[in-house]
């Protein structure tokens, strides 16, 4: 959107010299990939060849090479791009099971699947990681019916994330 003007902010900030947002670590339960990965990155990879083999299919799906190459994780969690894959892989927001996030002023907010007394407890938290919280499970519950309506009913990521998750960093 920048490149068509749409945007066109004051100020940008490159992440490409930021090493903890590049690489992946295998942790046992689950494998963490940094957000600055491209996807090619990603398939050449042998954590994922040895334990995320249909990820790495579903990853050499994507466009062409020269997107593969231009694409990272993270910005594709951002824009929840997933493409024509999308019918047969579902939407990125689908497989990403847990966030972790710098906001505006450099608090880090970790999103993730909470039940109601975890949400209740960060929601009053002062900040802005707990106002995050409050307006959301405010949108979710005003808008509940509007929201299934559009969307249809959120179902839990099925297949290879119920077997081996992996996290973004």
Not at 93 to 103: A, K, N
Not at 142 to 148: C, F, N, Y
Request: hydrophobic share 40%; net charge neutral; proline share 2%.
């Amino acid at each position: 959107n920048m490149k068509k003007g749409v945007l066109a902010p004051r100020h940008l900030i490159s992440l490409a010299k930021l090493e903890s947002l590049w690489g992946i670590e295998d942790r046992g339960d689950r494998i963490v990939i940094g957000a600055r990965m491209t996807v090619a990155e990603l398939i050449d990879h042998a954590v994922v060849a040895e334990k995320l083999a249909a990820l790495r299919d579903g990853a050499r799906a994507l466009g062409s090479p020269l997107v593969r190459n231009r694409a990272t994780i993270g910005g594709m969690i951002n824009t929840d791009a997933s493409g024509q894959g999308s019918c047969v892989y579902g939407k990125t927001r689908d497989h990403v099971l847990e966030l972790s996030t710098v906001l505006l002023g450099g608090e880090l907010w970790h999103s993730s699947t909470l039940s109601d007394s975890e949400l209740a407890e960060i929601a009053e938290q002062d900040g802005r990681a707990g106002r995050v919280h409050r307006i959301c499970d405010e949108i979710a519950r005003d808008k509940a019916e509007l929201i299934e309506q559009r969307f249809g009913a959120r179902q839990p990521a099925a297949g290879l994330m119920e077997r081996l998750p992996f996290a973004i960093r």
